[in-house]
């Protein structure tokens, strides 16, 4: 069965603070590793798709790459508006429709 | 824009009484997904529909009905809610099974 786990469980980071979280994963055949956010009482916002080792991508002040048993979403010089928790995903090939196993997230506190 | 759309928002309801979530979506998707999330936890799969096909996951309580009466609309039943059925309720849309999910604003359900 997949399995995702995700480290560390909270994180609490001063404004301009470069962080890592990190999405440790065992899966048959991988598919795709997602990574979302998410804000309190609001649904799964979708960040970025990953497929294969050696993989990064970017956006504004997040990165995420991945190999074969994690992917790490970096956060560079966050504001306070990057607080949220931040959900991994893994899609395997067992499925022939793609069922998503998901973490239980990191959430992230930044403090100005 | 294109979208995931989740009423109501939020829905409190009695012991025993029945209710029904409902989702809508814009972007013209043939994969519907009905998740629950409990507090920090992961989204958990009730349940997705390919087109009209009906996919149950195998530890879905039979309490839990959905209905999907044409591409745009999906509802989650909920025949007879206990206290451990609070909870938010997370609609998703993908254009095919393996692709990426799009998730709605969710639906928190209050259970008195």
């Known amino acids: 069965e997949d399995q995702v786990t995700q480290s560390p469980e909270a994180l609490r980071l001063q404004e301009g603070e470069s962080s890592s979280l990190n999405c440790s994963y065992t899966v048959s055949g991988l598919r795709g590793l997602f990574w979302y956010r998410q804000d309190p009482g609001k649904g799964p916002e979708f960040l970025f798709t990953?497929?294969?080792a050696g993989e990064e991508k970017e956006k504004e002040r997040l990165k995420a790459t991945l190999t074969k048993k994690e992917s790490f979403l970096h956060i560079t010089a966050p504001k306070p508006e990057d607080s949220a928790t931040y959900l991994c995903a893994v899609q395997g090939t067992t499925d022939s429709w793609g069922k998503l196993q998901f973490g239980a997230g990191t959430q992230v506190v930044v403090t100005p | 824009d294109a979208m995931v759309i989740q009423n109501p928002r939020y829905q409190v309801t009695q012991f025993g009484k029945p209710v029904t979530l409902s989702c809508s979506q814009t972007?013209?998707?043939?994969?519907m997904y009905w998740y629950q999330q409990k507090s920090s936890q992961a989204p958990k799969l009730l349940f997705h529909y390919y087109d009209k096909d009906f996919n149950n996951e195998a530890d879905t309580p039979d309490n839990f009905q959905s209905r999907r009466p044409n591409t745009s609309f999906c509802f989650l039943d909920i025949r007879s809610p206990g206290l451990g059925d609070a909870a938010m309720y997370l609609c998703a849309t993908s254009r095919a099974g393996i692709e990426t999910q799009y998730f709605g604003p969710g639906t928190r359900l209050l259970v008195l």
């Open positions: 972007l013209n998707h043939n994969v």
């Open positions: 990953l497929y294969s």
